[in-house]
């Protein structure tokens, strides 16, 4: 049985910092990622990063998050640095095995003064 469980989120004022975790459990994931949702609007990507450490992310969040991993222990990470307003969102880690896809139960990150 496939489990993330997400931590990290939280209130930060703008131009602060933030770290997402996610722990995965029950497979071996070649992809995982972090997306997030605003009310009224769709999931959206934030970054990903396969097994082999190449990442990809939102241009609206490079050269200020950083998307990392620890194989051994099946956990994603993400640096969140230069937070603005508009980065508030309900954040959820996405795991991607042979199996299928798993999301977690999402987290949220508030940026505001």
């Known amino acids: 049985q496939v489990q993330l469980v997400e931590s990290g989120g939280g209130l930060v004022q703008p131009g602060g910092s933030l770290r997402l975790s996610c722990a995965a459990s029950?497979?071996?994931?070649?992809?995982m990622g972090w997306y997030r949702q605003t009310p009224g609007n769709q999931r959206e990507l934030v970054a990903s990063?396969?097994?082999?450490?190449?990442?990809m992310y939102a241009d609206s969040v490079k050269g200020r998050f950083t998307i990392s991993r620890d194989n051994a222990k099946n956990t994603v990470y993400l640096q969140m640095n230069s937070l603005k307003p508009e980065d508030t969102a309900v954040y959820y880690c996405?795991?991607?095995?042979?199996?299928?896809?798993?999301w977690g139960q999402g987290i949220q990150v508030t940026v505001s003064s």
């Open positions: 990063i396969t097994s082999g450490n190449n990442t």
């Open positions: 996405n795991a991607r095995a042979m199996t299928g896809s798993s």
């Open positions: 029950g497979s071996i994931f070649y992809l």
